[in-house]
Protein backbone atom coordinates (compact mmCIF):
# COMPACT_ATOMS: atom_id res chain seq x y z
CA UNK A 1 0.00 0.00 0.00
CA UNK A 2 1.22 3.17 -0.57
CA UNK A 3 1.06 6.31 1.59
CA UNK A 4 1.14 10.10 0.53
CA UNK A 5 1.14 13.18 3.33
CA UNK A 6 0.01 16.41 2.70
CA UNK A 7 3.25 18.52 2.47
CA UNK A 8 1.60 20.85 5.47
CA UNK A 9 1.36 18.26 7.51
CA UNK A 10 4.42 17.04 6.73
CA UNK A 11 6.06 20.37 7.97
CA UNK A 12 3.93 20.37 10.91
CA UNK A 13 4.45 16.84 11.99
CA UNK A 14 7.66 15.73 11.25
CA UNK A 15 10.53 15.83 13.48
CA UNK A 16 13.32 18.16 12.49
CA UNK A 17 16.18 18.73 13.78
CA UNK A 18 17.81 21.90 12.71
CA UNK A 19 21.54 21.65 14.09
CA UNK A 20 23.68 24.02 14.64
CA UNK A 21 27.18 23.86 13.04
CA UNK A 22 30.11 25.38 14.74
CA UNK A 23 32.98 26.11 12.65
CA UNK A 24 36.76 26.52 14.04
CA UNK A 25 39.14 27.97 12.09
CA UNK A 26 43.34 26.48 12.97
CA UNK A 27 44.46 29.75 11.00
CA UNK A 28 46.25 26.74 8.24
CA UNK A 29 45.70 25.75 5.16
CA UNK A 30 45.47 22.30 5.37
CA UNK A 31 42.19 20.48 4.50
CA UNK A 32 40.08 19.17 6.63
CA UNK A 33 39.30 15.23 7.56
CA UNK A 34 37.80 13.13 4.87
CA UNK A 35 33.71 13.28 5.48
CA UNK A 36 33.25 9.64 4.37
CA UNK A 37 31.28 7.82 1.82
CA UNK A 38 28.03 9.34 0.66
CA UNK A 39 25.08 6.88 3.00
CA UNK A 40 23.51 4.14 1.29
CA UNK A 41 19.98 5.23 -0.41
CA UNK A 42 17.33 4.02 1.99
CA UNK A 43 14.98 1.62 0.39
CA UNK A 44 11.62 -0.01 1.78
CA UNK A 45 7.74 0.47 2.17
CA UNK A 46 8.13 2.79 5.02
CA UNK A 47 10.68 5.54 5.98
CA UNK A 48 11.96 5.93 9.32
CA UNK A 49 13.84 8.67 11.45
CA UNK A 50 15.54 6.58 14.42
CA UNK A 51 17.10 8.47 17.54
CA UNK A 52 18.27 6.15 19.84
CA UNK A 53 18.49 6.62 23.97
CA UNK A 54 22.45 6.72 24.05
CA UNK A 55 22.62 9.23 21.14
CA UNK A 56 24.48 7.01 18.55
CA UNK A 57 21.72 7.26 16.50
CA UNK A 58 20.24 11.10 15.85
CA UNK A 59 17.15 10.79 13.41
CA UNK A 60 19.00 8.19 11.16
CA UNK A 61 17.10 7.42 8.14
CA UNK A 62 15.91 4.14 7.87
CA UNK A 63 13.83 1.94 5.23
CA UNK A 64 11.74 -0.65 6.84
CA UNK A 65 10.19 -3.27 4.27
CA UNK A 66 6.43 -4.72 6.04
CA UNK A 67 6.26 -6.70 3.14
CA UNK A 68 8.88 -8.79 3.86
CA UNK A 69 8.38 -8.89 7.69
CA UNK A 70 6.80 -12.38 9.46
CA UNK A 71 3.94 -10.92 10.57
CA UNK A 72 2.90 -14.86 11.25
CA UNK A 73 0.61 -16.15 13.26
CA UNK A 74 -1.56 -12.77 12.54
CA UNK A 75 -2.11 -10.80 8.81
CA UNK A 76 -3.39 -7.06 8.69
CA UNK A 77 -5.04 -6.66 5.50
CA UNK A 78 -6.63 -3.71 4.86
CA UNK A 79 -9.56 -3.55 2.12
CA UNK A 80 -10.27 -0.11 0.85
CA UNK A 81 -13.82 -1.24 -0.28
CA UNK A 82 -14.50 -2.28 3.03
CA UNK A 83 -15.91 0.69 5.30
CA UNK A 84 -17.52 0.95 8.75
CA UNK A 85 -17.43 4.16 10.75
CA UNK A 86 -16.26 7.17 9.91
CA UNK A 87 -13.63 9.63 11.67
CA UNK A 88 -15.00 13.18 12.82
CA UNK A 89 -11.81 14.72 12.28
CA UNK A 90 -8.22 15.16 13.48
CA UNK A 91 -6.89 18.47 15.27
CA UNK A 92 -4.67 19.05 18.49
CA UNK A 93 -5.58 19.84 21.89
CA UNK A 94 -5.70 23.80 22.90
CA UNK A 95 -4.39 23.88 26.42
CA UNK A 96 -3.51 26.63 28.77
CA UNK A 97 -0.15 26.09 27.78
CA UNK A 98 -0.69 26.04 24.02
CA UNK A 99 -2.68 29.26 24.23
CA UNK A 100 -0.11 30.91 26.51
CA UNK A 101 2.92 30.48 24.57
CA UNK A 102 0.93 31.29 20.96
CA UNK A 103 -0.07 34.25 22.66
CA UNK A 104 3.41 35.20 23.43
CA UNK A 105 4.18 35.27 19.56
CA UNK A 106 3.81 38.47 17.50
CA UNK A 107 0.29 38.39 15.61
CA UNK A 108 1.65 37.87 12.22
CA UNK A 109 3.29 34.58 13.56
CA UNK A 110 0.21 33.61 15.42
CA UNK A 111 -1.96 33.78 12.47
CA UNK A 112 0.85 32.06 10.44
CA UNK A 113 1.05 29.09 12.24
CA UNK A 114 -2.76 28.62 12.98
CA UNK A 115 -3.00 29.04 9.21
CA UNK A 116 -0.76 26.12 9.15
CA UNK A 117 -2.49 23.61 11.38
CA UNK A 118 -6.42 24.80 10.20
CA UNK A 119 -6.72 26.22 7.05
CA UNK A 120 -8.37 23.65 5.18
CA UNK A 121 -6.61 25.42 2.01
CA UNK A 122 -3.10 26.63 2.73
CA UNK A 123 -2.36 24.08 5.79
CA UNK A 124 -3.36 20.84 7.50
CA UNK A 125 -6.52 21.33 7.59
CA UNK A 126 -6.88 20.31 10.78
CA UNK A 127 -10.26 19.97 11.46
CA UNK A 128 -10.97 18.77 15.57
CA UNK A 129 -9.76 20.73 18.45
CA UNK A 130 -9.61 19.48 22.22
CA UNK A 131 -10.13 21.54 24.76
CA UNK A 132 -10.25 21.55 29.02
CA UNK A 133 -13.72 21.96 31.40
CA UNK A 134 -11.78 23.09 34.02
CA UNK A 135 -8.19 22.95 34.25
CA UNK A 136 -5.88 20.18 33.27
CA UNK A 137 -2.18 19.62 33.42
CA UNK A 138 -1.46 21.73 30.73
CA UNK A 139 -3.43 24.86 32.55
CA UNK A 140 -1.52 27.68 33.85
CA UNK A 141 -3.02 26.97 37.71
CA UNK A 142 -5.16 24.61 39.19
CA UNK A 143 -9.08 24.88 39.33
CA UNK A 144 -12.32 23.84 37.82
CA UNK A 145 -15.52 26.43 36.52
CA UNK A 146 -17.52 25.67 40.19
CA UNK A 147 -14.58 25.50 43.08
CA UNK A 148 -16.86 27.07 45.11
CA UNK A 149 -19.79 24.13 46.37
CA UNK A 150 -22.85 24.70 45.07
CA UNK A 151 -23.47 24.58 41.60
CA UNK A 152 -24.68 27.63 41.21
CA UNK A 153 -21.50 29.40 41.67
CA UNK A 154 -20.51 27.74 37.85
CA UNK A 155 -18.31 29.79 36.00
CA UNK A 156 -15.72 29.87 33.63
CA UNK A 157 -12.52 31.68 34.93
CA UNK A 158 -11.25 34.48 33.66
CA UNK A 159 -7.47 31.97 33.56
CA UNK A 160 -9.64 30.89 30.13
CA UNK A 161 -11.64 33.58 29.07
CA UNK A 162 -7.96 35.57 28.72
CA UNK A 163 -6.14 32.93 27.78
CA UNK A 164 -7.81 30.61 25.61
CA UNK A 165 -10.67 32.09 24.32
CA UNK A 166 -8.61 34.50 22.34
CA UNK A 167 -6.62 31.72 20.71
CA UNK A 168 -10.28 29.66 19.98
CA UNK A 169 -11.58 33.25 18.41
CA UNK A 170 -8.74 32.82 15.46
CA UNK A 171 -9.09 29.36 15.00
CA UNK A 172 -12.42 29.75 14.39
CA UNK A 173 -11.99 32.54 12.04
CA UNK A 174 -9.28 30.92 10.04
CA UNK A 175 -12.07 27.27 9.87
CA UNK A 176 -15.27 28.21 10.93
CA UNK A 177 -16.17 24.58 10.54
CA UNK A 178 -14.14 23.18 13.61
CA UNK A 179 -15.46 20.74 15.53
CA UNK A 180 -14.72 21.25 19.31
CA UNK A 181 -14.74 18.82 21.92
CA UNK A 182 -14.58 19.33 25.83
CA UNK A 183 -12.96 17.05 28.25
CA UNK A 184 -12.79 17.42 31.88
CA UNK A 185 -9.50 16.22 33.94
CA UNK A 186 -11.62 16.28 37.17
CA UNK A 187 -14.98 17.24 38.60
CA UNK A 188 -15.20 19.88 41.57
CA UNK A 189 -13.11 18.69 44.41
CA UNK A 190 -16.40 18.88 46.86
CA UNK A 191 -17.74 16.34 44.75
CA UNK A 192 -15.21 13.86 45.14
CA UNK A 193 -15.12 11.01 47.33
CA UNK A 194 -12.17 8.48 47.92
CA UNK A 195 -12.06 5.02 45.32
CA UNK A 196 -12.52 3.36 48.23
CA UNK A 197 -15.45 5.19 49.12
CA UNK A 198 -16.82 7.91 47.23
CA UNK A 199 -19.00 9.41 49.86
CA UNK A 200 -15.92 9.58 51.97
CA UNK A 201 -14.95 13.53 51.11
CA UNK A 202 -11.52 13.94 48.74
CA UNK A 203 -9.64 16.76 48.96
CA UNK A 204 -7.04 16.04 45.90
CA UNK A 205 -7.04 16.94 42.28
CA UNK A 206 -5.92 13.66 41.06
CA UNK A 207 -7.28 10.38 41.91
CA UNK A 208 -10.45 9.74 43.90
CA UNK A 209 -13.93 8.91 42.27
CA UNK A 210 -17.39 11.58 41.89
CA UNK A 211 -19.71 11.36 44.52
CA UNK A 212 -22.96 9.59 43.47
CA UNK A 213 -24.81 12.19 45.18
CA UNK A 214 -23.68 15.05 43.11
CA UNK A 215 -24.73 13.33 40.32
CA UNK A 216 -27.00 15.50 39.02
CA UNK A 217 -24.88 18.32 39.32
CA UNK A 218 -21.88 17.47 37.55
CA UNK A 219 -24.50 16.58 34.90
CA UNK A 220 -26.06 20.47 35.03
CA UNK A 221 -22.07 21.32 35.52
CA UNK A 222 -21.57 19.38 31.57
CA UNK A 223 -24.78 21.57 30.57
CA UNK A 224 -23.93 24.87 31.87
CA UNK A 225 -20.50 24.68 30.28
CA UNK A 226 -21.62 23.96 26.63
CA UNK A 227 -24.45 26.88 27.21
CA UNK A 228 -21.55 29.14 28.30
CA UNK A 229 -19.22 28.03 25.43
CA UNK A 230 -21.75 28.23 22.91
CA UNK A 231 -22.84 31.72 24.06
CA UNK A 232 -19.25 33.26 24.00
CA UNK A 233 -19.49 32.05 20.40
CA UNK A 234 -17.67 28.52 20.59
CA UNK A 235 -20.27 25.69 19.53
CA UNK A 236 -19.71 22.23 20.93
CA UNK A 237 -19.68 19.22 18.78
CA UNK A 238 -19.09 16.90 21.85
CA UNK A 239 -17.72 15.77 25.28
Not at 171 to 188: A, D, T, Y
Not at 216 to 229: C, H, L, N, P
Request: aromatic residues 12%; contains cysteine.
Amino acid sequence: MKFTINNNLRLLTGSLLLAGAVCCSSGSDEPGPNPGPEPEPVSGDVRAYVTSANGNRLFTEEGLSYSKVSMSPYRVELDPATTYQTIDGFGPAMTGATCYNLLKMSQADRTAILKKCFDPETGAGFSFIRVHIGGSDFSMDEYTCCDQEGIEFFAIPEVEKEGIFPVLKEVLEINPEIKIMGSPWSCPKWMKGTVADPSKPYDSWTSGRLNPAYYDDYAEYFVQWVSEMEENGFPIYAI
